[in-house]
Nanobody
Framework: QVQLVESGGGLVQAGGSLRLSCAAS????????MGWFRQAPGKAREFVGG????????YYADSVKGRFAISRDNAKNMVYLQMSSLKPEDTAVYYC?????????????????WGQGTQVTVSS
């Protein structure tokens, strides 16, 4: 069982930066692939990015590639999402999630544990 708690959301102007954190409970954090997803009002949940167990491999949605970066600290049971050059269309609730597989990191059903989400609002 893994519990995930996101933090770091807030209101930021377009072009600004924000770093989201996700704290995980449990001693097996390093055995999970971690992903970030987001959901804007009236829209489906979408994949933002994922990071493999060791942190050596990451994968991003085209919409955030070059602007967002995922990292993890397995010693601290933490995963981060550094967001830069933010745009109003990045406004959403952001979720971190844990999966035991890297077969298809873009698919939400691959992830078995989810946090409660943190709101990010980008003003124009």
């Amino acid at each position: 069982q893994v519990q995930l708690v996101e933090s770091g959301g807030g209101l930021v102007q377009a072009g600004g930066s924000l770093r989201l954190s996700c704290a995980a409970s449990g001693r097996t954090f390093s055995s999970y692939v971690m992903g970030w997803f987001r959901q804007a009002p009236g829209k489906a949940r979408e994949f933002v990015g994922g990071i493999k167990w060791s942190g050596a491999t990451t994968y991003y949605a085209d919409s955030v590639k070059g602007r967002f970066a995922i990292s993890r600290d397995n010693a601290k049971n933490m995963v981060y999402l550094q967001m830069s050059s933010l745009k109003p269309e990045d406004t959403a609730v952001y979720y971190c999630a844990a999966s035991s597989s890297w077969d298809n990191p873009k698919r939400a059903p691959e992830y078995v544990y989810w946090g409660q989400g943190t709101q990010v609002t980008v003003s124009s």
